[in-house]
C-alpha cells in the first residue's frame, strides 16, 4: 500500500476506530459512570463525522458538482423529510450518478 494522503486517511480511520470499539473490550480504564456515558456519546460521533469529512473530501476533489449537488439534495431530504437513511442514501447515490453522467457528456 503506498502513503498517498487517501492511504493515510484510510488508516487513520481504521485505527480510530480498532480504539474506539475494540481496545475498551479489552483494556479496562478506571473512570466515572458520567465519564464512560460521555465519551460512549461522544467518540463514536467524532468518529463518524472524520469519516463523513474524508468521504465529501474525497468526492468533492474528484467530482465536485456532482459531489455537491448529492450531500445538497440528501441534507434537504434529511432535514424536510422522514426519509429513512437508506432510502436517502439511494437518493443521494442516484442523483450523484446522475450529475456525474451529465456533466462528463
Known sequence: MSTTPTA???L???ATSLL???LPVFLRVPTSDAARRLVGRVLPMAV????A???VWTEVHSSPVSALTSI???GLVTFLTRTGLVLTTC???IVYGLVFLVSRN
Open 8 to 10: 493515510v486517511a484510510i
Open 12 to 14: 487513520a480511520l481504521f
Open 20 to 22: 474506539v470499539r475494540v
Open 48 to 51: 463518524f463525522l472524520n469519516f
Open 53 to 55: 469529512v474524508y468521504i
Open 72 to 74: 445538497a439534495v440528501v
Open 91 to 93: 437518493i443521494g447515490t
